[in-house]
T-cell receptor, first 107, second 118 residues
């Protein structure tokens, strides 16, 4: 199965910081990549799909880039509501797989 | 608004089966697929499989093949996920999610906790 690896696993940041999370695929997934945000006890929420398309209603401080095997999720100015765990997921082929998650904590 | 409402938490014994429901509202059910994703408490997300709600075609994770069945009832806009021969490591929160057939998940249910314990 195609493996997705996120880095870092945990990130400590302050409100207003620019935050970047990286997701690497074990083989090319073209642009078939999504990003989700999950808060404790809640279902994941779609942020970005097709690597860089912002889901409707998601704040513009979130952006995604990359193609092939390397992708990034950037939060341009971290807000209090953004402290959560973020997952990447490829949908290039079955089985779909997720990264292990990146927890964004308050510094 | 678009909603996926899942059935409630269950406790099952090892070897038993569980069937979780996911009732869709706010959109035309057969125009989007449904995927199921599970999450062991405190751990990451695992895609389980996908069902095309229009024609019933399914794709399952090989890890669960043979124990997993996904079905739909289009008359009630409800998707079902049945997992058999339950083991303790099947203890997880099970989510259904609307899949526009591309393979990403736009709308999620709130999740159903399935606990497998003797």
């Amino acid at each position: 199965d195609l493996q997705m690896t996120q880095s870092p696993s945990t990130l400590s940041a302050s409100v207003g910081d620019r935050v970047t999370i990286t997701c690497r695929a074990s083989q090319s997934v073209s642009s078939w990549l999504a990003w989700y945000q999950q808060k404790p006890g809640k279902a994941p929420k779609l942020l970005i799909y097709k690597a860089s398309t912002l889901e409707s209603g998601v704040p513009s401080r979130f952006s995604g880039s990359g193609s092939g095997t390397e992708f990034t999720l950037t939060i341009s100015s971290l807000q209090p509501d953004d402290f959560a765990t973020y997952y990447c997921q490829h949908f290039n082929s079955y089985p779909y797989t997720f990264g292990q998650g990146t927890k964004v904590e308050i510094k | 608004q678009v909603q996926l409402v899942q059935s409630g938490a269950e406790v099952k014994k090892p070897g038993a089966s569980v069937k979780v429901s996911c009732k869709a509202s706010g959109y035309t059910f057969i125009t989007f697929g449904i995927s199921w994703v599970r999450q062991v408490p405190g751990q990451g997300l695992e895609w389980m499989g996908y069902i095309n709600t229009y024609n019933g075609d399914t794709k399952y994770s090989q890890n669960l093949q043979g124990r997993l069945t996904m079905t739909t009832d289009t008359s009630s806009s409800t998707a079902y996920m049945e997992l058999r021969s339950l083991r303790s490591d099947d203890t997880a929160v099970y989510y259904c999610a609307r899949d526009p057939t591309w393979g990403y998940f736009e709308v999620w249910g709130r999740g159903t906790l399935i606990t497998v314990s003797s």
